[in-house]
């Protein structure tokens, strides 16, 4: 019988081996969905991860309204 399970990657111990992870990662999901957008509207980073979290609970547009507040 052959095993389905995929062995678990290790998790990186050290801060590089997660920067590098990290860019292995970002390059995967730049070559999956190139050019991908956001309907939310934002500044900086903190803006786009509080825009995330509010938008699985309400609508883009209704999220877009209150942002900027």
Excluded: F, H
């Amino acid at each position: 019988m052959i095993s389905t399970k995929r062995a678990r990657p290790q998790r990186p111990r050290t801060a590089a081996e997660r920067q590098a992870r990290t860019r292995r990662i970002l390059e995967i999901l730049e070559r999956t969905y190139p050019g991908a957008t956001t309907a939310l509207t934002y500044r900086t980073p903190w803006e786009l991860l509080v825009a995330t979290i509010l938008s699985a609970q309400c609508t883009d547009k209704r999220v877009n309204e209150v942002t900027p507040g």
